[in-house]
């Protein structure tokens, strides 16, 4: 496995390095660009090599294979300018959201002709990938070689499952439906542990009961071949209680609400993307 040089070392960051490790990569193959005194200290900790800023990393690029950009998209500009001119043929893999790989190889092209070889992926992950189970999706760079599309592939799956796009504007709506999912997740948690105290539950039963209801219904979904509208249909007897909690969300136009909030997500993430990419 080659090693990996992030720029940025924040907890996505730890996330695949960590996974990286625990596949069999040596902490000593893995080299991070991070400013903070804290992270430095936890990175160096594990055996990684930290630079504090991007120029003293500049002779590592000789000695990796990738270079796996993790600073947030407003930084990223200023992040690359030390490496513009000075990445060749290393895979480039951007996790930060709405940068584009347009704009990735402006910031990175110094002599003009660096468009032509970029070896460039953009991907999206989401949190679970802090542990081990996130999802990614993934575009390449039309130049893009099979070897670094391997690599990416490679880097990722360190952290969860990975699939391809072959349309850039696509990862906006991975960004909205799994970049930003797990949020939603999160809020419909709260809305039945609220539902649950409110009904006499105590808080701490009230959270066990919501984590593993929603634990126990994403993997029997997961290992079922029925689409979720079957395994909710097994779940609503006529005339019963699920069939009334349903009929209440309905007539609030619950799932109608929620589609609408998930396109707001992804309408807010080109738009975003546009601003990020001015540069």
Known sequence: MDSVLFIGGGKMMQAIAGGLIARGLAPSHIFAVEPDPTAITLLQSKGVTVFSDGRAAIPALTRV??????????????????????????????????????SLIRWLDADGGYADRAQIVRAMPNTPALIGAGISGLYAAPTLSARARQHAETLLAAVGRVAW??????????????GSGPAYVFYFIEALEQAAQEMGFSPDMARLFALETF????????????????????????NGTTESAIAAFD???????????VKAAQARANALGAEVSKG
Do not use: C, Y
């Not at 796009?165 to 799994?178: I, P």
């Not at 007539?251 to 909030?261: D, P």
């Open 65 to 102: 294979g990738a270079v796996v950009l993790a600073v947030k998209p407003q930084m990223m500009q200023d992040a690359l300018t030390p490496f513009s001119g000075k990445i060749t043929d290393q895979l480039v893999l951007s996790i930060a959201a709405g940068v584009r790989v347009s």
């Open 165 to 178: 796009f072959d349309d850039e504007s696509m990862l906006d709506a991975v960004t909205a439906v799994s």
């Open 215 to 238: 634990r126990g219904a994403a993997l029997l979904a997961s290992q079922s071949d029925d689409p979720p509208a079957t395994l909710r249909a097994n779940v609503t007897s006529r």
């Open 251 to 261: 007539h609030h136009a619950l799932k109608s609400l929620f589609v609408t909030g």
